[in-house]
């Protein structure tokens, strides 16, 4: 909702200044988004003629300007604009003026061997319009050394604020005011609405055939109008607030919308056929003033008159019967509308008009008629004119709406102390009627206040205008119990999970929760329940079952641009299935071409492609950040098809709870995505891990060094290629935990020396002794345990 100062001033009577004003909507909550004030922003620019203008002797698009700038000698500009002659009038800005449409301060300055002591400017550079072709080229009355702002009207300060779905109320400038003035801003200017006595019967009359979409309808024809531009002050405030001044019928109806929340239409009387309908639409074809056909159908609200359907109820007019220059005689129509409808219409349609915004938060059912009264005055004025009589259709009001309201709720539901003569004022302020005396009143609810339904509501109303600043600390009592964590295990695994990515240089994408059906084929879901009934495209046709669909659409977008090197991260919700329990949260990754920072594919240094290991290395760090013990984690070969097979993995905590898997992708995987390789991935679910065991410990040191030497010994065993690397490591550490620190492969080797089907497996063993200083015998007394324990659970021998 935007509004100019001077456009407020018109309701409320207040000195304040703009910042303040700004300060006191947002606390009261209407939020201000945007204070554009012009008059500061251009208030170094004045009006200036140009005495001479002589080409310039080094540049032949250059010239020099003696410039009369209302103050001192002339001033030498190096104007490069076309348009630049003697004798004209323009805006000049001086050293040290900021020019917004360059972003950039002037200085004196040197072009060309000559000296520029300013410049002279177009409206784009003054971000007034786009126009940067010439200079601003003035009226030769406009006066010399004048700021131009104020010469041009352009020192009004445009308000735009952020309403709330339910403040229909402030759609309007005049409720705007009324929150002011209950805010003690200024002082609220109502002079009241004057009936326009009818000079002759309205000729056309209205029929509601679907009331439950139209409570109300009201009509006045004026005849012998004369339509043209609207007066300059009308066009100027439109303009303000980005709207396009077209005629003078149509301005009033627009102004009307801002205005007071209450939007018209205005129809060509010459134009309709016949007496007016409201009702239901019938599969016509709808040509609209946007210029687009719509399809109606029997949801939506129509007005029709004999010949067809002239406009989409409380949306867009149509052409067939729009106001033009010629119109001679116009039919003013102000009505009420289902809001529910509205909204639906304009979803179904793909209409956002500033008539829907208001009518689908609803507005002032009372106004509906004195609206219309308003609309009549003005057209009168600017247009001329004969009205005939109102004629209403249906109800010109809304119901009435009386609260009974305990005062002390205002103190039980905010803590506030507020006197009762100061909530009968501030309620007063808004329109409330407050009867009756303390302890329980009556508060009758305005019209315009819609959302107000019960206590609750009111004290709202108070607390807001007083100031919410003014609501007293009070902590809640907590009791004797230990206080129990903020966030759950799954919210600080996936912030975890989060940071951990981040730090190995990935970054964090959002992607679509949907993918197409062949996408979500190839990742194991597919299923029909989990396909939607009305997805927003053709190709996101399902729930995702796999974060890694979306992120490799990234990484291949990202490539198609240049920027083949990627890591990207994405933590979020993956669907196995339509239950509660078959959702995850997954962390997922991929990372594309090369390590090397160049992203080009080659490196001096011979980069390697990323690899599996690379992809392996993530998911262990995003899960050892979630809490999982690195000794629990498993590594076993393979995973799911998407995924290639000799070069992926499954990592798990035993058979039963597998957590992820990571790998570089399948080429056909790739080929379905429409992605180019080498491209590794990963994605463990953050739901499978295991909660930690909470039991009382006494406090440790964070890292305990032994005073004593590791001992580290080397083993390499013959076993069967079958066996897995991580058997053996598990079976090592097997043998003392408590002495044992580490085991870590460093050498696998088949070949010459090796029987077939055997492998020969090489482990590092760390000792590190806590209690003492191991002696030979004791080292050796392991190492047999060692080997034994390899033996027994591997079938491998010492290789000789």
Not at 375 to 401: F, N, Q, W, Y
Request: proline content about 6%; aromatic content about 6%.
């Amino acid at each position: 909702m935007k509004f100019t100062l001077s456009w407020l001033k018109d309701h409320l009577d207040t000195d304040e200044p703009i910042a303040k004003l700004a300060d006191k909507l947002t606390m009261i909550g209407l939020e201000v988004e945007q204070l554009d004030d012009k008059a500061k922003l251009l208030a170094p620019f004045t009006i200036a003629r140009v005495i001479s203008a002589e080409q310039h002797h080094n540049a032949d698009r250059l010239r020099v300007c003696m410039v009369d700038t209302g103050e001192g000698p002339p001033v030498q500009v190096v104007c490069g604009a076309p348009n630049a002659r003697a004798g004209m009038t323009s805006v000049f800005s001086g050293p040290g003026t900021f020019i917004p449409g360059k972003n950039i301060t002037l200085g004196v300055g040197s072009i060309r061997g000559v000296e520029s002591r300013g410049m002279l400017c177009s409206a784009a550079e003054l971000q007034i319009s786009d126009d940067h072709d010439g200079i601003l080229d003035l009226p030769a009355d406009a006066p010399v050394g004048a700021r131009y702002a104020d010469w041009a009207g352009l020192n009004d300060a445009v308000i735009e604020i952020n309403l709330t779905p339910n403040r229909a109320d402030c759609t309007g400038v005049h409720g705007i005011a009324r929150d002011l003035s209950a805010a003690d801003m200024g002082k609220l200017k109502d002079p009241g609405i004057k009936q326009i006595k009818g000079e002759f019967p309205c000729p056309v009359a209205v029929k509601i055939e679907a009331p439950e979409l139209c409570p109300g309808f009201a009509l006045r024809l004026v005849r012998g109008v004369r339509n043209g531009p609207s007066p300059q002050w009308l066009q100027q405030r439109l303009a303000a607030i980005g709207l396009r001044p077209i005629n003078a019928l149509v301005d009033i109806t627009n102004f009307m919308t801002f205005d007071r929340g209450r939007p018209l239409h205005v129809f060509d009387a010459a134009r309709v056929t016949g007496n007016l309908t409201v009702r239901r639409g019938r599969g016509e074809q709808f040509l609209a003033l946007d210029g687009r056909t719509y399809a109606l159908d029997d949801t939506m609200c129509v007005i029709a008159d004999e010949r067809g359907v002239e406009s989409l109820a409380g949306i867009m007019g149509g052409e067939a019967s729009g106001c033009s220059d010629a119109t001679t005689d116009v039919l003013i129509e102000s009505a009420l509308w289902d809001e529910i409808a509205i909204a639906r219409t304009g979803r179904k349609l793909g209409i956002n008009s500033d008539a829907r915004y208001r009518f689908e938060r609803g507005v002032d059912p009372a106004f509906m008629v004195p609206g219309l009264e308003m609309a009549t005055k003005l057209v009168l004025e600017m247009c001329g004119g004969t009205p005939s009589t109102i004629v209403v259709a249906g109800k010109a009001h809304g119901d009435d709406r009386v609260i009974e309201f305990p005062i002390d709720e205002v103190k039980r539901l905010s803590g506030l102390d507020v006197p009762f003569i100061e909530i009968k004022r501030v309620l007063g302020h808004l329109g409330f009627i407050v009867a009756g005396k303390e302890p329980v009143v009556k508060v009758a609810v305005p019209s315009w206040r819609a959302d107000v339904h019960g206590k609750a509501d009111i004290v709202e109303e108070v607390v807001r205008i007083v100031g919410v600043e003014r609501v007293p600390l009070t902590p809640f009592a907590r009791g004797e119990a230990p206080r129990k964590p903020v966030l759950t295990a799954i919210q600080n695994r996936t912030r975890r999970a989060k940071r951990a990515l981040a730090a190995r240089s990935m970054m964090e994408a959002v992607t679509w929760s949907f993918v197409a059906k062949a996408q979500a084929e190839l990742f194991g879901g597919g299923d029909a329940a989990l396909s939607l009934a009305n997805p927003i495209a053709a190709d996101l046709s399902d729930m995702r079952p796999s974060l890694i669909a979306g992120l490799v659409t990234a990484a291949q977008k990202n490539a198609d641009r240049g920027f083949a090197d990627v890591a990207l991260f994405e933590v979020g919700q993956v669907f196995k299935g339509d239950r509660p329990q078959d959702q995850f949260i997954a962390a997922s990754g991929v990372r594309r071409a090369l390590a090397a920072s160049t992203g080009s594919g080659r490196h001096w240094t011979g980069a390697a492609a990323v690899t599996a290991f690379d992809a392996k290395a993530d998911a262990l760090a995003v899960l050892i950040a979630a809490g999982v013990p690195p000794a629990a984690l498993q590594v076993v070969p393979g995973g799911p098809a998407w995924l290639h097979p000799g070069r992926s993995g499954t990592i798990q905590i035993g058979p039963q709870n597998v957590l992820g898997h990571f790998g570089e992708l399948h080429p056909r995987a790739l080929e379905a995505l429409g992605a180019e390789g080498p491209l590794v991935a990963f994605e463990v679910l953050l739901d499978r891990i295991p909660d930690a065991k909470a039991k009382p410990t006494r406090a440790k040191p964070l890292l305990e060094l032994s005073p004593f030497q590791p001992v580290s010994r080397d083993f390499a065993f013959i076993v069967d290629r079958a066996v897995k690397a991580a058997d053996v490591v598990r079976a090592a550490q097997a043998v003392d935990r408590k002495l044992i620190s580490a085991v870590g492969v460093f050498d696998l080797y088949e070949g010459k020396g090796i029987e077939d089907g055997k492998k020969s497996l090489a482990i590092a063993v760390t000792l590190q002794p806590r209690d003492k200083t191991l002696t030979d015998q004791e080292i050796d007394a392991v190492a047999v345990r060692i080997v034994a324990e390899v033996a027994k659970k591997t079938g491998g021998v010492l290789r000789g």
